[in-house]
């Protein structure tokens, strides 16, 4: 075996031997004999090396030519456009999308293969493209050399004409899926670098299998203004990025999001309150107890934030819930049932365990309030007191939300329900008292949106419940004679 023969070997490279002989003859030729055979081979082979990536994650712009093995996922129309000068074809141009198990991006035929690409091309191929990188408009983009189908190689990127949340996955594109809102968020303005003026809204979708944050693009961006928490939509031609190592569902100009007639359930898995621990991102789901007011805080850079906090409770305990942002606005009251997705767990007043939700996480009110338990005797006391003084490093202790935003710091008041003060005339007096059931425990606490009442009693009641109770006060607590 030859020089040649043994580079070639070697280099494990998509080529044939007989491309690879033809391209060291040459290399000798242009180095005009200051290299043999063997160098020049080398030099091929390190070339060739340098063009072939692992997966579509590794291309960049800058790289002066790539290959890679890709599945079609969406072949778009001809475009025409006009060349300068006056005697100038019109060219023409179609986009190609394509993707892998790492990522995803689009090709550029222009001319004659724009031609060829809409007439041969359709979703489900395997190319062996050869081209060069660039940063387009959406991402990267690759302007084709040369392009093959391959029908004996696979990728494993599934095409699908409607996807499930569970379906998505790096890399697809003209996705359609269905799901209900859980959470929105309002429309944000960002300058590009071109100067112009861009907009950006967020969601979280949730369906029977699972949830992702939906991003929404400029004149996309306003469509989340007509939608509320609860509707059922569909994503129409949407497309999956990666952000923080989490799938995003994004839709662009092409793409749109449409309300639908029919009811999309979800359920979210939470965990217990109880097995909560310290930087956990978890979801929990619970009964709120209370609900203290909005506050407002001064952050360094000189901007105002907000936070509120609320108390939710599930079947084996309960946690403060720091609400941040436009969060801190949303309609939660005692008795709601509600969800909190990716909520971080932090040190919180007194070293109890606190949830964070911050610009990552979402709020889902859900059907109907659930019964939760109650408490030890303890249970409320840090929401009876008034006062107290909690201190946030951040909007919800996120580094901002967005990379690189203003680090917040701010002191913030957490007082809770006005519990045992506000009885502490009423001692020994029969009193009636109405109000909703925010601790189903013993004692039961009613809340009727101004003060609390702990109550004791053998009645049934359930969270969320409103009753009326009758009896003597003693010692802050009333012992009910009558329920109803």
Do not use: C
């Not at 302007?143 to 004996?152: F, G, R, S, W």
């Not at 359609?176 to 979280?204: C, H, Q, W, Y």
């Not at 249970?379 to 917040?408: I, K, V, Y």
């Amino acid at each position: 075996m030859g020089a040649i023969e043994d580079v070639y070997e070697d280099l494990e490279a998509d080529v044939s031997l007989e491309e690879f002989e033809e391209a060291v003859e040459a290399k000798v030729e242009q180095m005009g004999g200051l290299a043999d055979e063997e160098t020049a081979a080398m030099l091929i082979a390190h070339e060739l090396r340098d063009e072939e990536v692992n997966g579509i994650a590794d291309v960049a712009p800058g790289m002066d030519e790539v290959k890679f093995l890709a599945k079609v996922t969406a072949v778009g129309d001809v475009r025409t456009f006009e060349r300068d000068g006056d005697d100038a074809e019109d060219g023409r141009v179609v986009n190609v999308d394509v993707a892998d198990e790492t990522g995803s991006l689009r090709l550029a035929f222009w001319d004659e293969k724009a031609d060829a690409a809409e007439n041969e091309l359709e979703a489900g191929q395997v190319l062996r493209v050869k081209g060069r990188p660039k940063e387009g408009y959406n991402g990267i983009e690759v302007n084709v050399d040369e392009v093959e189908v391959d029908e004996d190689a696979e990728v494993d990127v599934q095409i699908q004409d409607s996807y499930r949340v569970e379906d998505l996955s790096l890399g697809l594109s003209d996705v359609n899926t269905k799901g209900r809102i859980l959470d929105t968020e309002s429309v944000r303005t960002f300058d590009r670098d071109d100067g112009s003026e861009g907009k950006v809204a967020n969601l979280t979708l949730g369906d029977p299998t699972g949830r992702i944050r939906v991003t929404m693009w400029d004149g996309q961006a306003d469509t989340v203004e007509a939608l509320s928490a609860g509707t059922s939509v569909e994503v129409v031609d949407g497309y999956v990025r990666e952000r923080d190592g989490s799938l995003e569902l994004h839709v662009g100009e092409r793409g749109a999001i449409e309300e639908l007639d029919e009811e999309i359930q979800y359920e979210p898995e939470s965990t217990a309150i109880e097995a909560l621990e310290m930087d956990d991102t978890v979801d929990i789901a619970g009964v709120v107890r209370s609900a203290d007011p909005k506050r407002t805080f001064d952050r360094d850079d000189g901007s105002e934030g907000q936070v509120r906090n609320v108390r939710v409770q599930d079947e084996t305990g309960d946690i403060r819930v720091a609400l941040w942002g436009d969060k801190a606005d949303y309609d939660i009251g005692p008795g709601d049932r509600v969800a909190f997705a990716d909520v971080e767990i932090q040190d919180g007043w007194q070293d109890d365990l606190e949830a964070s939700a911050g610009w990552r996480s979402s709020v889902t009110i859900l059907d109907g309030a659930g019964d939760a338990p109650g408490g030890d005797e303890g249970d409320g006391a840090d929401e009876q007191a008034t006062g107290l003084d909690a201190f946030a490093e951040g909007e919800g202790a996120d580094a901002g939300e967005t990379a690189g935003s203003d680090d917040a710091s701010a002191t913030v008041a957490d007082s809770g329900g006005s519990g045992g003060s506000a009885t502490a005339s009423l001692q020994g007096e029969v009193v009636e008292f109405t109000g909703t059931v925010v601790q189903a425990g013993s004692p039961v606490i009613l809340d009727d949106g101004e003060e609390t009442m702990s109550v004791e009693t053998d009645a049934d009641v359930h969270l969320g419940q409103e009753v009326t109770v009758r009896g003597a006060v003693s010692e802050g607590t009333l012992d009910a004679d009558d329920v109803f």
